[in-house]
């Protein structure tokens, strides 16, 4: 069923700028947010008013260089003081012609090219603001706390960022040497996980490599320590296993599967990692 809300959007595209922040930080890119609006009311399904704009911003994240950034505001429209604008502007590369991108908004979508990157406008569908509203609401949407059903999106934003397939593309991107690499690195782990003895020493063995040459191609492609990746694939592994409805397992029998000794050392690494319990999913 369709949720339909009166809701302000400041917040949420706030939280949806949060919630890509470590893909954009494993992109090594600067993502920023900033607004002059305090208030943006919407009566529309909140999530399907996020879901271009989540498509839009991913691509232009993924898109841009290292070390260069992405910047999301909000704004009113200089020719017309009732109509509000998303702005989105990449630095380190002409995005404007990018099919991808620009397919990713159905209508209100205009793009420029400026003289570092790419400028992105989005129209946002909003309804006239009262006095009081335009001075503060008093409603939890506009404190600047999120709404329930928004943290259900953010935690999904993070869900789809965080699993191995993702990382194998970002470390192809950087070279096929670097992907080949890395998914040789997650079939041996991908081999051994039930096994919960099969720590560092061993993934080095069978790369060939010592601990130290590990260590620096490892956290080159993947921002984490050989250790941290390793329990990042058995929880990844974990995360399909718990959606498979085919396999019925419960929360203990898959802990156990990817090389966890008990289920409460499997929880809080779950939790910890992705925000939510591993009930959640089932």
Not at 155 to 163: E, V
Request: charged residues 25%.
């Amino acid at each position: 069923m369709s949720l339909i809300i009166s809701s302000n959007l400041i917040p949420l595209l706030h939280g949806l700028v949060t919630g890509l922040s470590s893909f954009a930080s494993f992109q090594e890119v600067k993502l920023s947010f900033s607004t002059r609006v305090d208030n943006l009311l919407t009566n529309q399904n909140p999530e399907s008013v996020l879901s271009e704009i989540s498509s839009l911003l991913t691509k232009v994240i993924s898109l841009t260089p290292e070390g260069f950034e992405v910047d999301v505001s909000v704004d009113v429209c200089s020719q017309n003081v009732k109509q509000y604008l998303l702005v989105i502007e990449n630095t380190g590369v002409d995005l404007s012609r990018v099919w991808e991108i620009l397919s990713s908004v159905k209508t209100g979508l205009t793009v420029e090219r400026i003289k570092d990157g790419t400028r992105f406008r989005v129209s946002l569908a909003v309804y006239n603001l009262s006095e009081q509203e335009r001075n503060g609401s008093t409603n939890a949407s506009s404190s600047g706390k999120f709404p329930i059903y928004f943290s259900a999106i953010q935690k999904r934003l993070s869900f789809h960022f965080s699993n191995v397939e993702n990382l194998e593309k970002a470390a192809a991107l950087k070279g096929n040497c670097e992907g080949v690499f890395l998914k040789k690195v997650n079939s041996v782990i991908e081999t051994n996980l039930e096994d919960s003895d099969f720590k560092v020493d061993a993934l080095a063995d069978a790369m060939a490599l010592s601990r130290t040459q590990l260590f620096r191609k490892i956290k080159a492609l993947t921002k984490m320590s050989p250790q941290q990746y390793l329990r990042f694939v058995r929880l990844d592994r974990a995360k399909k296993l718990l959606q498979d409805k085919s396999e019925d397992l419960n929360v203990s029998e898959v802990g156990y599967k990817v090389g966890f000794a008990s289920k409460s050392h499997f929880t809080r690494s779950f939790q910890k990692e992705f925000g939510f319990n591993p009930s959640d999913l089932i």
